[in-house]
């Protein structure tokens, strides 16, 4: 779930860090593990609802499934109560960037894009992923924006890996990797306002993560830390407003959006992308911590 502006100290992010020193929470590489089982649970959440998506099936049907899926667990859903959000998972149809609340009248149609936001608390500890899909027939232009914004997504995670690996990295290096990967495939809207966050003991930490931004800047890249990366773009502007309901936002155009998110942590040999059901060895090889087994699924 992205970190708005308004959960970032109740300024736009900018002003609110120029007032105050950033509290980042690192983890021990026990509590690394920890987070890791808890990611497991989301990434099976994730599974099961896109094995669901069709037409006619309800974004509140998903929202069963998920919860489903993660009290199996022994886990609890992250997003339901957290600042009365009622539901535990965000799905967001087309022109909804985020939060959207699901709704047993939001029925997805043929050629729907949808994003599926889920976290789940197991031990104390926190799990955030997103993936966009298409439903049925969908536009293989929307569909590619899905995948530049994931494409994106591992730019920001292959830098992060790298910058704490050489002792050089700085946070922004995360958000110029996005930026960069995102121009390079085409004209998108990288969404203002949201980006990704800190998580550990809590779903949103310090720092906040810009998905736009120059290099070499912000705190720097330290084992321990844990972050949850997330692109959100647009066909069109990276304007966006909120609807009545407090928690939907809706690009401003009417434009599609897209939206996709994994949490990583930062190790002594790596990363560990722990809401990864392979923890990031498909797409980082041997950037990813040996913590993570080399053939097949852990666990």
Not at 17 to 43: C, F, H, N, T, Y
Not at 68 to 96: L, M, W
Not at 129 to 147: C, F, N, R, Y
Not at 205 to 227: F, S, Y
Request: glycine share 12%; proline share 5%.
């Amino acid at each position: 779930m992205p970190r708005p502006f308004r959960w970032a100290g109740g300024a736009r992010y900018c002003a609110c860090m120029r007032r105050r020193e950033l509290d980042i929470q690192l983890k021990s590489p026990e509590q690394i593990e920890l987070m890791r089982a808890a990611g497991l649970v989301v990434a099976a959440a994730l599974d099961a609802m896109r094995d669901a998506v069709a037409p006619g099936v309800s974004t509140a049907d998903l929202d069963a499934i998920a919860e489903t899926v993660i009290r199996d667990a022994g886990a609890v859903p992250s997003f339901k109560g957290y600042h009365g959000f009622p539901a535990s998972i965000c799905a967001s149809v087309n022109e909804q960037v985020v939060h959207g609340i699901p709704s047993a009248e939001q029925v997805l149609q043929d050629g729907d894009l949808l994003s599926l936001d889920c976290g789940a608390i197991l031990q104390g500890w926190h799990g955030d992923s997103a993936i966009t899909v298409g439903v049925g027939q969908t536009d293989p232009a929307l569909l590619k924006m899905a995948e530049v914004a994931e494409d994106a997504m591992w730019a920001g995670i292959t830098a992060a890996a790298r910058g704490v690996t050489n002792g050089r990295g700085r946070l922004t290096d995360i958000s110029f990797n996005v930026e960069k990967a995102i121009r390079r495939a085409g004209r998108y809207g990288i969404v203002d306002g949201y980006g990704g966050h800190g998580i550990g003991t809590e779903m949103h930490q310090d720092p906040h993560v810009l998905n736009h931004g120059k290099p070499g800047k912000g705190p720097r890249l330290m084992v321990g830390m844990a972050l949850a990366i997330e692109p959100m773009i647009t066909m069109g502007s990276p304007r966006t407003v909120e609807l009545d309901d407090g928690w939907t936002v809706i690009t401003r155009d009417g434009s599609m959006a897209a939206h996709v998110e994994h949490t990583m942590a930062l190790c002594d040999d790596d990363v560990w992308v722990t809401t990864a059901a392979d923890g990031g060895r498909c797409r980082l090889g041997e950037l990813v911590t040996a913590r993570q087994p080399k053939v097949g699924v852990p666990e």
